[in-house]
Nanobody, 118 residues
Framework: QVQVMESGGASVETGGSLRLSCETT?????MAWFRQVPGKEREGVAA????????PYADAVKGRFTISRDNVKNAIYLQMNNLRPDDTAMYYC??????????????WGQGTQVTVSS
């Protein structure tokens, strides 16, 4: 059983930046970030394989968010720049799936809240 632990969520103002971190207790192939707001489906944000390419992104975050990975630490990161109020969500790290397909990921963290105020 792989455990997933996220950190780094916070409240920021529009235009601000945050860096989310996610570590796992074991090696998995694809790892990804998802986000969800109450009443909406979980949305894929960015994903990354062990060889670091390709890195699919949701259209809404392209050019603002950057996913990275440290295979030694079994960790991924999400650098979020130029944050907007519609980025407000619970952000989840997931491992062991494929690209941005949430149904395929067996391992999930508890989530970290990102709130962007206008």
């Amino acid at each position: 059983q792989v455990q997933v632990m996220e950190s780094g969520g916070a409240s920021v103002e529009t235009g601000g930046s945050l860096r989310l971190s996610c570590e796992t207790t074991g090696y998995t192939v694809w790892m990804a970030w998802f986000r969800q707001v109450p009443g909406k489906e979980r949305e894929g944000v960015a994903a990354i394989p062990p060889n670091l390419t390709p890195t699919p992104y949701a259209d809404a975050v392209k050019g603002r968010f950057t996913i990275s990975r440290d295979n030694v630490k079994n960790a991924i990161y999400l650098q979020m720049n130029n944050l907007r109020p519609d980025d407000t969500a619970m952000y989840y790290c997931a491992a062991g799936g494929y690209q941005l397909q949430p149904a395929g990921y067996p391992y999930w963290g508890q989530g970290t809240q990102v709130t962007v105020s206008s």
